[in-house]
């Protein structure tokens, strides 16, 4: 069974930082794309920033390049999203994803998997 176990998320005021961590199990965690999608109060879920099989590969979404970094450890089987100079607008629910493709997409029909969520707050 697969599962995917987000954390970190919390309030933090702007300009502050925050990192989420995906911890998976019950998959090949080496040959599974990760993701970070978000989805704020009244909006759908948009993608945030993918990151390849192997971690040498990145995409992020133009709103947060430059202020997020995803990464992976293959030996804690976690994903991270390290994110800097938060706004206000960076509020929502944070989900970690898994796609069995090999590509980095960020299409979010092309995940097989998702975690619960985690909400990360930012106030002005």
């Known amino acids: 069974q697969v599962q995917l176990v987000e954390s970190g998320g919390g309030l933090v005021q702007a300009g502050g930082s925050l990192r989420l961590s995906c911890a998976a199990s019950g998959l090949t965690f080496s040959k599974t794309t990760m993701g970070w999608f978000r989805q704020a109060p009244g909006k759908e879920r948009e993608f945030v920033a993918v990151i390849g099989w192997r971690g040498g590969s990145t995409y992020y979404a133009d709103s947060v390049k430059g202020r997020f970094t995803i990464s992976r450890d293959g030996a804690k089987n976690t994903v991270y999203l390290q994110m800097n100079t938060l706004k206000p607008e960076d509020t929502a629910v944070y989900y970690c994803?898994?796609?069995?493709?090999?590509?980095?997409?960020?299409?979010?029909?092309?995940?097989?998997?998702w975690g619960q969520g985690t909400q990360v707050t930012v106030s002005s």
């Open positions: 994803a898994a796609s069995l493709w090999a590509t980095t997409t960020d299409g979010p029909n092309e995940y097989h998997y």
